[in-house]
């Protein structure tokens, strides 16, 4: 009896120590989904078009500053990636196949909430948007948000129009010969031509087009071509060349005006073969008051090589004010918003985005494991 | 030159529904503006000129990919360096079961390409080349070559080769790239 009692009295006493052992261990986890707060300059949005499956579009943000991956969004086939001007919200324009790699196409606007980054909605557009490795202004948005505009290429062009108030597609703009959408003020786009000219088109309320007028050639395509991703500051482009040069357009007026051409280069830099290339390779700040070009040594054609080093331009003076040496040749640059810009460059060979800060260039750090990684966006 | 427009012309007439084809054809030109459709001899003059100075740029491949790709002999068409690639984006349908100017079994040729100038090593002569995608399925991921001689950008539509040119083709759903002779230059 005494045995039984002494068991039950252990049993007693191992329960009630192992409750209070109990006590003291980790609670249950609670399972959430976490939401982002508001989007920061030094965010960086980077693109990742999958090589092998690039039906999903990839669009990973981190925070630079405490190199952390903060999210990701999706989209279609080969997406362009959008963000509203209040930040509130981001639109991957995408393409569809209703079986994947065959089928049905539908292309669409997704909408996304910026702080849960669920899926909120869509606009199903014509099924002719430009299917391309991604680049930057294939899509773009007024700055009042009310219209998407989406490039198209059949290859005829056109551009699409989005009225993103009331969430339905309002028409499509023909833009014979001119492509890709450079959005520079409410209800104005521009388009890049084949003869080296800007086709400017003003919108009405309704998102038709109301003026369509075409500048004359600023520079000579067979001769020393631009690249197709300029850079925008406000109502001004900046584009460089394959042979370095600068051209500054105004795109503020019912036909665009370029000013005189200026080559970031001097003849020592002619001599060591320097010149601009990647995939993004002009970034801007200051209003466009400085100009970033990414530079690499390499004969004719070389206009997709890696870039070893930054060069920062005054647009003003039209002289260079420094190089910055990047620490891991960059296929893709951008310099971030606000008060204290950073340098962004992305390698696509190491799958990377490495930040150095401004104007001094020193170098803060690297992310990895970013996928295919073509584009940068930012606030 | 005449006689290659010609060429290229019926050959995608011949290959593309003659009302699709007249309909792109007259949107093209509505705006006055025909150069995307023909700047194949004035640029491609240029771009030969340019592009017989020096040798392509390395372009970079992601990561994984470097040791599928192969250089060095103009001969082997599994290979980047094969002479009728000196301008080819993508992924060699020849590493795909496919060969230099066939598509692999089940993916389509597109009747669209951009087009490009490559130098025979044997006889010397300048080949038009048509760079035809072959669509359909996803990409195939094996040799990817990023040669960029004479490549042009977007507005330059017919030289651009970062376009799915999969235009006529059931989908637009890329998954190689071939190099087709067209003619002489």
Known sequence: MHKRLAIAASAILFLFVASGVARAQLRPDQMTSLR???????????????????????????????????????????????????????????????????????????????????????????????????KNNSAGITPDGRFMLVENLTPATSVSVIDLKARRFVGEIETPGCVQVLVSGPRRFSSMCADGSILTVHLDDSGKAKTRKQSKPFFDPSKDPVFDQPVIAGTDAYFDSYHGMIYKVDLSGDVAKAEPGWSALDDADRKASWRPGGWQTIAESAGGAKIYLLMHQGG????????????????????????????TDAYSIRVSSGANPILESLSLVQSQLETYSLPDGKYLGVYHGLGAPFLIYGL | MDKIVEQMTRMVAQRTSRRGFLARLGRLVAGGLIIPLL?????????????????????????????????????????????????????????????????????????????????????????????????????????????????????????????IWCFGAPTMVYHCSTAEIVGVK
């Open chain 1, 36 to 134: 982002l707060a508001a989007p920061q300059p030094h965010w960086a949005y980077v693109l990742d078009m999958p090589n092998a499956v690039p039906q999903v579009t990839k669009i990973y943000i981190v925070d630079t500053d405490r190199q952390k991956m903060l999210g990701q969004l999706n989209g279609g086939y080969l997406a362009s990636f959008v963000m509203s001007p209040d930040h509130r919200e981001y639109y991957m324009v995408g393409t569809f196949y209703s079986r994947v790699w065959h089928g049905t196409r539908t292309d669409a606007v997704e909408i996304l909430d910026a702080s849960t980054l669920n899926f909120k909605g869509e606009v199903v557009i014509p099924p002719k948007r430009l299917l391309i490795v991604p």
């Open chain 1, 300 to 327: 004719e054609w070389t206009h997709k090589q890696d870039g070893k080093e930054v060069w920062v331009l005054d647009t003003a003076k039209k002289t260079r004010i420094s190089r910055i040496p990047l620490k």
């Open chain 2, 39 to 163: 700047p194949v001899n004035r640029v491609l003059s240029q771009a030969v000129a340019q592009a017989a100075e020096s040798a392509p740029g390395a372009t970079p491949v992601p990561e994984g990919l470097e040791a599928m790709v192969k250089h060095g002999n103009p001969n082997d068409d599994t290979a980047c360096d094969y002479w009728k690639y000196c301008a080819i984006d993508g992924y060699l349908c020849s590493c795909c079961g496919g060969g230099s100017h066939d598509c692999p079994p089940g993916a389509s040729p597109s009747p669209t390409s951009w087009v490009g100038t490559c130098r025979h090593p044997g006889d010397g002569k300048d080949y038009i080349i048509s760079y035809r995608d072959c669509c359909g399925k996803t990409p195939c991921g094996r040799c990817l070559c990023t040669n960029t001689k004479g490549e042009m950008p977007l507005y330059r539509t017919q030289l651009d080769s970062d376009l």
